[in-house]
């Protein structure tokens, strides 16, 4: 039986596989994802051209497509046009199923001509890698078996061909937005899956990426660490990056008597950190009514159920969680409060329409209403509004 040209202990045969399949992942969410669906750093042609044909040999994507796919996620994420949503197809469908969703989307021309833009039409693209997009994978099959033998060489490629389709397509897709921890209330369900990005090469910080899609640094936590940013970060020192955009910090000064238009302008800026902040004081005043709602109401529910609820956009709630807690903040006049008031100031960075002298007025409302309310988690919210810089 043929051997292959390197002979290597069973351990050796692991570690190469390993080694071959993060390559994979680090193509994946440098090039395709941070680069090219989302314009979150420019690449020099040398390691784009690298990950392109990497990718070719390893999955056969092509790259026209998985940033049109990948972009309409974003557009339409949780809703029945969300090419790959658990909210939608389950997280079964998803999790173990998801590259049949892909390829599904990927043979949708509407797709595919609307969010494809941008994307590599050189020479390369048009005669190799979109022609031919199947042939890099029987290519790397070919090199696996001259390189490895018979038996290691194909599993070594079986490993490399399911690996994208499971991790990308089944785990971040699915558990991605079913399962985790969330640092930042955004309006989908996005979740990070743990706070160490090395296996998935960064993905796994994936309520952080739905929360500032076009930035190039996925970890937003002293605590979190995003190899994939390693990575760019060793790139840009060499000269073959440049980064365009991460995860803006927030700022603080003195509190102002009166918000003004740098005010306005910083807390739109970082809303998702406003309404994180504004999430923690709900679910503090939710602990303080607990006792007293639960004696009144006829169902039973928790104290966690009840923070869930709270911090839950409307459409993450089905019909009963939503008929409870309307039950509750009837029950309630302060959370009646503080969640009608919580609407009210997502809408100041909703309105496009609403002029910036229009906007003011309305924080400055907000804020005014927010300190008569006798309410300590809103007075003290309301200064802390007063303090973005």
């Known amino acids: 039986m043929f051997s292959g040209l390197l002979d290597l202990p069973w351990w050796g045969y692991v570690v190469v596989t390993l080694a071959m399949t993060h390559v994979t992942i680090a193509s994946v969410t440098i090039f395709l994802h941070r680069h090219q669906a989302h314009r979150a750093l420019d690449l020099h042609p040398l390691p784009a051209l690298f990950f392109r044909f990497w990718l070719w040999?390893?999955?056969?994507?092509?790259?026209?497509?998985?940033?049109?796919?990948?972009?309409?996620?974003?557009?339409?994420?949780?809703?029945?046009?969300?090419?790959?949503?658990?909210?939608?197809?389950g997280i079964n469908k998803v999790l173990w199923t998801g590259v049949f969703l892909y390829v599904k989307e990927a043979r949708n021309k509407e797709t595919i001509q609307r969010y494809g833009h941008g994307t590599p039409d050189d020479a390369f693209e048009r005669k190799l890698f979109s022609r031919f997009p199947k042939s890099g994978i029987l290519v790397m099959l070919a090199a696996?078996?001259?390189?490895?033998?018979?038996?290691?060489?194909?599993?070594?490629?079986?490993?490399?061909?399911?690996?994208?389709?499971?991790?990308?397509?089944?785990?971040?897709?699915?558990?991605?937005?079913?399962?985790?921890?969330?640092?930042?209330?955004?309006?989908?369900?996005s979740t990070n899956l743990l706070p160490w990005g090395i296996l998935i090469g960064g993905e796994e910080l994936h309520n952080n990426h739905h929360s500032f899609a076009t930035s190039a640094k996925l970890s937003a936590r002293w605590y979190e660490?995003?190899?994939?940013?390693?990575?760019?970060?060793?790139?840009?020192?060499?000269?073959?990056?440049?980064?365009?955009?991460?995860?803006?910090?927030?700022?603080?000064?003195?509190?102002k008597a009166r918000a003004d238009f740098d005010?306005?302008?910083?807390?739109?800026t970082h809303r998702y950190d406003v309404m994180t902040r504004y999430v923690q004081s709900?679910?503090?005043?939710?602990?303080?009514?607990?006792?007293?709602?639960?004696?009144?109401?006829?169902?039973?529910?928790?104290?966690?159920?009840?923070?869930?609820?709270?911090?839950?956009?409307?459409?993450?709630?089905?019909?009963?969680?939503?008929?409870?807690?309307?039950?509750?903040?009837?029950?309630?006049?302060?959370?009646?409060?503080?969640?009608?008031?919580?609407?009210?100031?997502?809408?100041?960075?909703?309105?496009?329409s609403a002029s910036s002298e229009q906007l003011l007025q309305q924080l400055q409302d907000w804020i005014a209403r927010a300190e008569q309310s006798g309410i300590r988690q809103l007075e003290d919210f309301s200064l802390r509004l007063r303090r973005y810089a």
């Not at 558990?175 to 369900?189: Q, T």
């Not at 190899?227 to 509190?255: N, S």
């Not at 005010?263 to 739109?268: D, G, N, S, V």
């Not at 679910?283 to 709602?293: H, P, S, V």
């Open 225 to 255: 660490f995003d190899i994939g940013w390693m990575y760019i970060r060793i790139l840009e020192m060499l000269g073959l990056a440049h980064v365009k955009k991460t995860i803006p910090t927030p700022r603080f000064g003195a509190a």
């Open 263 to 268: 005010t306005l302008q910083a807390i739109i």
């Open 282 to 352: 709900l679910k503090a005043i939710a602990q303080e009514e607990f006792t007293a709602l639960k004696a009144q109401s006829e169902g039973k529910f928790t104290v966690r159920e009840l923070r869930r609820w709270l911090a839950a956009e409307e459409g993450q709630l089905c019909a009963e969680e939503r008929q409870r807690l309307a039950t509750v903040l009837k029950d309630s006049k302060r959370l009646e409060t503080v969640v009608m008031m919580r609407d009210e100031l997502t809408a100041l960075w909703a309105r496009s």
């Open 144 to 189: 696996d078996l001259l390189l490895f033998g018979i038996w290691p060489g194909v599993l070594i490629w079986g490993v490399q061909m399911v690996w994208i389709p499971f991790w990308a397509a089944g785990v971040i897709n699915g558990l991605g937005h079913f399962w985790g921890y969330r640092n930042y209330n955004c309006s989908d369900a």
């Open 57 to 89: 040999l390893t999955t056969g994507m092509v790259t026209k497509e998985w940033a049109a796919i990948h972009r309409k996620h974003h557009a339409k994420c949780e809703t029945a046009e969300d090419p790959h949503s658990p909210q939608i197809h």
